[in-house]
């Protein structure tokens, strides 16, 4: 069975930083790209940044620069290293195996100003 467990969230404070892990387990992940998502309750789930398997990456427009998307296929884990956070960035964290139906169930982040 394939999992994504996210961890690595928590309460931040605003220009403070925080890392957040995706573990992933039953399937050989490393062959897929991985994505980070977010969401506030209330509105639509929102990309945040993609790394493909050839470990090319994308971002949005809102956390290009502060955040950085890297992984480690020893470990089957995908992380997103958040710099400079605001208050903005305040939402569930989501990462997701592009390709596939198979996404994790999250980890809060909040970014007190």
């Known amino acids: 069975q394939v999992q994504l467990v ?7 404070q605003a220009g403070g930083s925080l890392t957040l892990s995706c573990a992933t387990s039953g399937t050989a992940a490393s062959i897929y790209p991985m994505g980070w998502y977010r969401q506030v309750p209330g509105n639509q789930r929102e990309w945040v940044a ?8 994308n971002y ?3 956390v290009k620069g502060r955040f950085t998307i890297s992984r480690d296929n020893a470990k089957n884990t995908v992380y997103l290293q ?10 569930v964290y989501i990462c997701r195996m592009h390709g596939t139906n198979y996404w994790g169930k999250g980890t809060q982040v909040t970014v007190s100003s």
């Open 50 to 57: 993609t790394i493909s398997n050839g470990r090319s990456t």
């Open 82 to 91: 958040m710099n400079s956070l605001k208050s903005e960035d305040t939402a």
């Open 60 to 62: 949005a427009d809102s």
């Open 6 to 12: 996210e961890s690595g969230g928590g309460l931040a």
